[in-house]
């Protein structure tokens, strides 16, 4: 993982068509402002994995406590 510290305005380029700008701080709070290409999907983690866990089929309990019993 790379760690960059920016400033207010500050930009971040990712593969030549993705740029990440540091919009405001406020406090602990970082706004960030991305700049991609409409194919490419740019979700906030907790609404990816949301999203991930209603399109995964559900699972029997017995399957998931089976995949728990260490091997």
Excluded at 18 to 47: C, F, M, T, Y
Aim: positive net charge; charged residues 30%.
């Amino acid at each position: 993982m790379l760690v960059l510290t920016r400033k207010i305005g500050e930009e971040i380029i990712i593969g030549g068509c993705i740029r990440v700008k540091v919009a405001d701080i406020r406090g602990s709070r970082v706004r960030i402002a991305i700049d991609a290409p409409r194919e490419l999907s740019v979700q906030r983690q907790e609404i990816a994995i949301e999203l991930q866990s209603q399109t995964q089929p559900a699972r029997r309990p017995v399957e998931r406590e089976l995949e728990a019993i260490p091997v």
